[in-house]
């Protein structure tokens, strides 16, 4: 992969995910019987950090999980050897809940589709499910689309994204490289 630009850096990645918490605020007349579940591994200090902004604007303590598709996605085949799955922690019950998923990119859809099933299958059935990410790049595969974005990027299927979290990576940018 070849670096081309940056797209996003730490300070402007912090003002997505705090427009992304007044709106998620706004859409749901306040934040009664919302649970954030952030995708593995980038979508879980997405939603700690949207979480702790919701606090910071409306008070509101909002429940956090973690939500691992391993075994949902359509793209494991079954000669793959063992795939490393982690536990799916989810704080309080989502049944007739609004959960936000959050994850980091949103491209073909494929990954937003095995994390609904991932809920429906294991945790309940919430009473809605949105989606919050921090980058669009396009090229849906499937018929779904983000509620709350930081950022839309158009990308040629040539291009990739990377979301660099310092939680996890040791740095906070989203970079455009060249396949």
């Known amino acids: 992969m070849i670096f081309k630009s940056e797209l996003m850096d730490e300070q402007a990645i912090n003002r997505a995910l705090l427009r992304m918490a007044h709106q998620i605020i706004e ?8 649970v ?3 995708i593995k ?3 879980v200090p997405m939603a ?5 902004n919701i606090q910071a604007v409306d ?11 391993t ?3 359509d793209d494991v085949t079954h000669d793959e050897v063992d795939p490393v799955v982690h536990a799916s922690l989810c704080p309080i019950d989502v049944v007739g809940k609004t959960v936000v998923l959050v994850d980091d990119v949103l491209y073909t859809g494929r990954t937003t589709r095995a994390a609904i099933d991932a809920i429906l299958s294991s945790m309940g059935r ?6 919050a990410v921090l980058i ?30 310092s939680d996890v990576d040791g740095e906070t940018r989203v970079c455009l490289l060249e396949k």
């Open 27 to 34: 859409k749901n007349n306040g934040c009664d019987n919302i």
């Open 126 to 131: 919430p009473a809605r499910i949105q989606l």
């Open 36 to 38: 954030l579940l952030g």
């Open 71 to 73: 075994l949902h996605r």
């Open 41 to 43: 591994t980038r979508g």
């Open 136 to 165: 669009d790049r396009g090229h849906r595969e499937l018929p779904i689309r983000a509620d709350y974005v930081g950022k839309n990027v158009p990308t040629s299927r040539n291009e990739a994204i990377s979301v660099r979290l």
């Open 59 to 69: 008070g509101t303590i909002i429940p956090v999980g973690e939500l691992d598709i």
């Open 48 to 52: 700690k950090r949207l979480a702790q």
